[in-house]
């Protein structure tokens, strides 16, 4: 079974993640469920703006895929490239030409999970996990978060079915839909027989 977070532990373990650059990677990866492969190939050409979308490239299968583009993201990024201003790649490694490291960012998620309290193994791919599982439990189909994972088969996307908290609270007990009068321990109300203080509340 994926590991899953919820948006409570995201939302503390990027408030845990002070380093802008980690920070912003972690929120790429979770606003769009990419790989990580995917994000740390992200070029700053892969951004439109104007569409809102991202143009997901070195995606699993050789199969290129469009994604949303939040509007929370684009801040951040716009806040992070005035920072970094990266040319071409948007995270890049010790070069302007080297892809980002899986180990940087991987120590940075484990401090980040240390101070959140977050008892989970976390790891960038928990982000992906997360992003299906949330918007599933939101009511997206299935199809549809299949076609943003960029799945191949929409059988993988079905193992979130099992990840989904279910609403257990909303679910009615037969037993509320019993006539009150049909329940073994019904007792009618008693006569008071004009006596005042049997009115009153206990």
Known sequence: MPIVLSRHEIDK??????NLKHRTFLMTLYSAALRFSEAAHLRIADLDSDRMMIHVRHAKGAKDRLVPLSPRLLTE???????????????PGNSATKTYADTSIQKAMKRSAEKAGIKKRVYTHVLRHSYATGLLEAGV????????LGHASFVTTMIYLHCRREHLH???SPLDWLPVKQLPTYQPPQENNGNPETNSPS
């Open 13 to 18: 373990l990027l408030q845990c993640t002070p």
């Open 77 to 91: 990024l716009r806040v992070y490239w005035k920072k970094y201003r990266p040319a071409d790649l948007l995270f």
């Open 141 to 148: 189909d299935l199809l549809t978060i299949s076609k943003l």
């Open 170 to 172: 909303s679910v009615p």
